[in-house]
Nanobody, 123 residues
Framework: QVQLVESGGGLVQAGDSLRLSCVAS????????LGWFRQAPGKERMFVAA???????IYADSVKGRFTISRDNTKNTVYLQMNSLKPEDTAVYYC?????????????????WGQGTQVTVAS
């Protein structure tokens, strides 16, 4: 059973940076495609970024140029570096995993999910 645990969320000011981490256990981490999603209050869960097993990533237009997804297969960890944060980035952020070497941007394509970490950006 794969488990994902996010951390690194918090309350920051607009323009600040945060780095989210997601540690996986219970599976062969290097064989997973990984993604980050977010859900704001009263809204649907939205795609943020995804990364392949070894190389290649994609981003939602709203975060392109500000956010960077990366992974460390030796630490079973995927990161989301978030720079130039905006109040509209406020949401619960979830990491997700799928046993596939691809980058999926829809939540239905992922098999495993973390519990989420809250990011709040004050104006």
């Amino acid at each position: 059973q794969v488990q994902l645990v996010e951390s690194g969320g918090g309350l920051v000011q607009a323009g600040d940076s945060l780095r989210l981490s997601c540690v996986a256990s219970g599976g062969t981490f290097s064989r997973f495609g990984l993604g980050w999603f977010r859900q704001a209050p009263g809204k649907e869960r939205m795609f943020v970024a995804a990364i392949r097993r070894n190389f290649g990533d994609i981003y939602a237009d709203s975060v392109k140029g500000r956010f960077t997804i990366s992974r460390d297969n030796t630490k079973n960890t995927v990161y989301l570096q978030m720079n130039s944060l905006k109040p509209e980035d406020t949401a619960v952020y979830y990491c997700a995993a799928v046993f596939s070497d691809w980058m999926y941007s829809t939540s239905k394509d992922y098999n495993y999910w973390g519990q989420g970490t809250q990011v709040t950006v004050a104006s």
